[in-house]
């Protein structure tokens, strides 16, 4: 996957850098509908493609996905 980080990401400022990184998907199908998804990628490349910490990144998502 590859993106630029051009907007705020789980309350991070936006760093205008690129990131590439290779991923997986792992879907479970049931009466060929997706019921659920996991998505696997580097989290610690990411970060430091986009300049950022990874320990404040993983508190970041940390705390977005308890406010979901």
Known sequence: MHAT???????MAPTGRRFRVP??????VRAGRIVHER???DFHQMCEQLG????DAAAHF????AAA
């Open 39 to 41: 998505f696997f990628f």
């Open 5 to 11: 980080m051009a907007g705020s990401l789980a309350g």
């Open 62 to 65: 940390a705390a977005w996905r």
């Open 52 to 55: 950022l910490s990874t320990d």
């Open 23 to 28: 991923f997986a998907c792992h879907w479970r």
